[in-house]
Nanobody, 132 residues
Framework: QVLPAESGGGLVQAGDSLRLSCAASGHTFVGYSMGWFRQVSGKERDFVAA????????YYRDSVKGRFTISRDFDKNTVYLQMNNLKPEDTAVYYC?????????????????????????WGQGTQVTVSS
């Protein structure tokens, strides 16, 4: 099982930027779609963004379109989530996901829990806090 590890979270002000990274030590993400989800305590996990195994197709939740960009570096075996113009409502724990089911266009605004997320494996999460 490929176990990812996130980094890059922190406390920022509204309008600032952060870049999250997801790396797999000792394993490879080659052949897997990759994704980012976020979760606020007591709520389900929200789909945020995904990228297919070739790095060609990307998917985003409506609320982050135009502000967040997912990308992958095959040489570094790392997936990134560039987050610009952050808003207080972006505050959450962000999780990297290996092999998430890629949503159909128009179905990106979903939330899930447990096996309903259809993800191979999760990272431990990184906290992002955006102050107003």
């Amino acid at each position: 099982q490929v176990l990812p590890a996130e980094s890059g979270g922190g406390l920022v002000q509204a309008g600032d930027s952060l870049r999250l990274s997801c790396a797999a030590s000792g394993h490879t993400f080659v052949g897997y779609s990759m994704g980012w989800f976020r979760q606020v305590s007591g709520k389900e996990r929200d789909f945020v963004a995904a990228i297919d195994s070739s790095g060609t197709l990307t998917y985003y939740r409506d609320s982050v379109k135009g502000r967040f960009t997912i990308s992958r570096d095959f040489d570094k075996n790392t997936v990134y989530l560039q987050m610009n113009n952050l808003k207080p409502e972006d505050t959450a724990v962000y999780y990297c996901a290996v092999d998430p089911a890629l949503p159909k266009k128009g179905d990106e605004n979903y939330s899930c829990s447990g096996n309903g997320c259809h993800v191979n494996s999760w990272g431990q999460g990184t906290q992002v806090t955006v102050s107003s």
